[in-house]
């Protein structure tokens, strides 16, 4: 008992719901790493170990398990959290947009810059609840701000849209300079 | 001196002018909207600074970086909420200053204070030039990779109470380095998988970690909108007040420089080092938290100083301290300028045109304050799910506008939910990306110092290789004495101020 509530001392510290589940994932992550090393990486003879090209994984991957160890001891040590599950949820949630950003990007190529970015920005403003036209209105002239100071302005790159092929010759180098 | 007229010549420029006025009140309108903090900027915009001239593009994102503290003080003060992480301390004393109806002084003081800093960092960073020219030649191989190393153990040991995060966070950084192939062609860690081949570009790992996390955070969280109460009165009368806490601005600059130069380090622990000596040296200690201007001014100051000093290590030895200067280390590198000891023998104008550009912002950025504080006001009540579509979409720019490769933006993504992650775990990202761009470094500096080294003792040999290895034992001892004495004095979870790691993550 002395020495469970020293060790709670030793590793005690602030966390927030999530910490355990995280602290799985990480160890469970850097022992699947550590595990694949030998097959992942390269040790050449006739090479001094600090010039080895494994050296460094090995290194990284050493230092992740270690201090992933430590981590999820003082997980376990501390005192639970409530939330755990609704905090895993919240991580879920944010998928979706991961999702919304994606869509967007293999769009681009499709519609061209400047409506996929109008239509992307009306379309995920009217999903996170606005309904007005100020903000509607308001998202549609942000995105064509952007497409204006990057590609037409800054000139980044981005490809034009396919949709750009059907366009008159003249009207098509316009847009796929400049949109 | 004709250094600093070749140096002044550079900036003679209108792409100059247009970026440095674009970067600092830029900055200051991104640092004021709290949920936007620098490094999202600075990381959807270096892609479009790749195609500008490195002076151009260095000046935009030096503006940022430089300004975006100004603004977060506006929101830390009106409406007790940060514009970025490391206004965090300014809440303290600036809120409490509103409430009691002195909103237009603590605006004022913030204001002038940060402007005291910015200047103060930036003229010890002129004066320590010759030094660091004399100095900077001495670092070989082995003292960059002893400076590297010591720069990743303060990263991780700085995140008090995260240490274990930290560290194994900042291992995967050096893991993300080694993945693709090496300089021999030998496949590291790519599971056979062609997207991997070419390892992890540090852009898109940051652009994930920093804007999208922050975009997805945004959108995923509950709608809020802030509504501060506009400021009435002249600030400019208002910031000769600060004349008559010169002392405590300007010891908190210094603690900002001292820090700002320790790579690792940066503003958190500056401003609780000052905060911490103005209130042990006030008059009225019992006031700070209650809305005292000398915590307040210790605050801001420390954090001003800091931009200035963390050029430090990133000009003379090509190691940058913390995230910010993490990114701009790249654009050096695309444009084939190699910061390090050679620098300021060869490239001295273009520091010195640097260092000037960083003294305009301040003055820019102050007047613009000044005249524009209440519009700032206004912009700072967008809604944070919009600002979350808003951070989206320029994020876009910045991944795809790379290698135009939908695989990117998938790696940016997973890198934006990790992000996301972590945040809200309030676990540390800042270890990542330095395990990245450190891990980098010390790699190449390790192989090549090795080649010299017979005995193990002869790594230590040189002078500044021995001060930098007696120094990463003395921090890692002073680590444990700390720990042993908090052991001993059972300090309480509560009493330490776990804010503190917040800020790096913003």
């Known amino acids: ?179 | 001196m004709e250094a600093l007229f070749s140096g002044v010549e550079l900036l003679m420029r209108w792409d100059v002018a247009l970026a440095l006025f674009i970067g600092s009140i830029g900055g200051v309108i991104i640092g004021a909207i709290p949920g936007v903090g620098a490094a999202v900027a600075i990381a959807i915009l270096l892609p479009a600074t790749f195609s500008l001239d490195p002076i151009v593009g260095l000046t935009m994102l030096l503006g940022i970086y430089g300004s975006s503290m100004y603004g977060g003080a506006l929101p830390a003060i009106l409406i007790n909420t940060p514009g970025t992480a490391v206004n965090a301390l300014t809440t303290y004393d600036g809120y409490p200053m509103t409430k009691r109806g002195e909103a237009r002084r603590a605006l004022a003081l913030a204001y002038s204070a940060s402007f005291w800093g910015g200047i103060f960092g930036i003229l010890c960073l002129i004066f320590l030039s010759p030094v660091l020219a004399l100095i900077a030649p001495h670092f070989g191989s082995r003292e960059i990779f002893l400076a590297a190393l010591l720069g990743i153990i303060l990263v991780v040991l700085a995140h008090r109470g995260q240490v274990f995060a930290a560290g194994g966070l900042a291992g995967f950084g050096i893991l993300l380095h080694t993945v693709g192939l090496d300089t021999k062609y030998n496949q590291r860690m790519t599971f056979e998988q062609t997207w991997l081949t070419g390892g992890f570009d540090l852009i898109v790992v940051v652009l994930g970690l920093f804007a999208l996390s922050q975009a997805f955070l945004l959108l995923t969280e509950k709608d809020s909108s802030p509504h501060p109460q506009p400021v009435e009165g002249s600030l400019f009368t208002a910031m000769k007040e600060m004349w008559l806490y010169k002392r405590v601005a300007t010891m908190a600059s210094g603690f900002g420089v001292l820090m700002g130069m320790i790579p690792g380090v940066g503003e958190f622990t500056a401003q609780f080092m000052s905060y911490t000596y103005a209130r042990r040296t006030s008059k009225t200690p019992e006031a700070f938290g209650e809305g005292a201007p000398e915590g307040l001014i210790a605050s801001e100051a420390a954090n001003n100083a800091v931009p200035a000093a963390a050029m430090i290590p990133l000009l003379a030895l090509g190691i940058p301290g913390e995230a910010l200067t993490a990114m701009m280390l790249s654009v050096f590198y695309v444009h084939n300028v190699i910061p390090g000891p050679q620098l300021f023998q060869t490239q001295l104008d273009f520091v010195y045109a640097l260092y000037i550009a960083m003294i305009l912002l301040n003055v820019i950025v102050i007047i613009f304050l000044i005249f524009s504080t209440n519009m700032l006001t206004k912009i700072i009540q967008v809604p944070t799910r919009f600002l979350g579509m808003v951070i989206l979409i320029l994020s876009f720019v910045g991944v795809y506008s790379l290698r135009n490769s939908v695989v990117d933006c998938a790696i940016a993504s997973g890198f934006g939910v990790l992000g996301l992650v972590l945040k809200r775990l309030n676990l540390p990202i800042v270890p990542i990306v330095l395990g990245m761009v450190l891990g980098g470094i010390m790699e190449v500096k390790l192989r090549s110092a090795m080649i010299r080294v017979k005995h193990p003792l002869d790594f230590v040999d040189r002078p500044i290789a021995a001060i930098l290895a007696v120094l990463i034992v003395l921090v890692i001892l002073m680590h444990i004495r700390t720990l042993r004495k908090e052991h001993k004095a059972r300090l309480s979870e509560a009493e330490i101020d776990h804010d503190i790691h917040d800020s790096q993550t913003r």
């Not at chain 1, 008992?1 to 850097?30: E, H, N």
């Not at chain 1, 460094?56 to 599950?85: C, D, I, N, Q």
């Open chain 1, 1 to 179: 008992m002395i020495k469970a509530q020293t060790l709670q001392d030793l590793f005690k510290r602030y966390r927030r719901p999530g910490d355990l589940f995280y602290s799985i994932i990480s160890i469970v992550f850097s022992l699947f790493l550590a595990f694949n090393l030998r097959s992942e990486t390269t040790w050449v003879s006739n090479t001094k170990l600090f010039a080895q090209p494994a050296f460094w994984p090995y290194a990284a991957v050493g230092t992740m398990v270690l201090f992933s160890t430590l981590h999820l001891v003082s997980s376990l040590v501390s005192p639970k959290l409530e939330g755990r599950w609704q905090e895993v949820g919240f991580w879920l949630r944010s998928v979706e947009y991961a999702g919304w950003f994606m869509i967007y990007v293999i769009i681009v190529p499709q519609l061209g810059y400047l409506l996929t970015t109008v239509l992307f920005a009306v379309a995920l403003c009217l999903r996170l609840g606005y309904r007005g036209a100020k903000f509607l209105g308001s998202a549609a002239v942000f995105a064509v701000a952007v497409v204006v100071i990057f590609k037409t302005l800054l000139q980044v790159k981005v490809p034009g849209g396919a949709i750009y092929e059907l366009l008159p010759t003249a009207l098509r180098s316009f847009f796929l300079t400049y949109f």
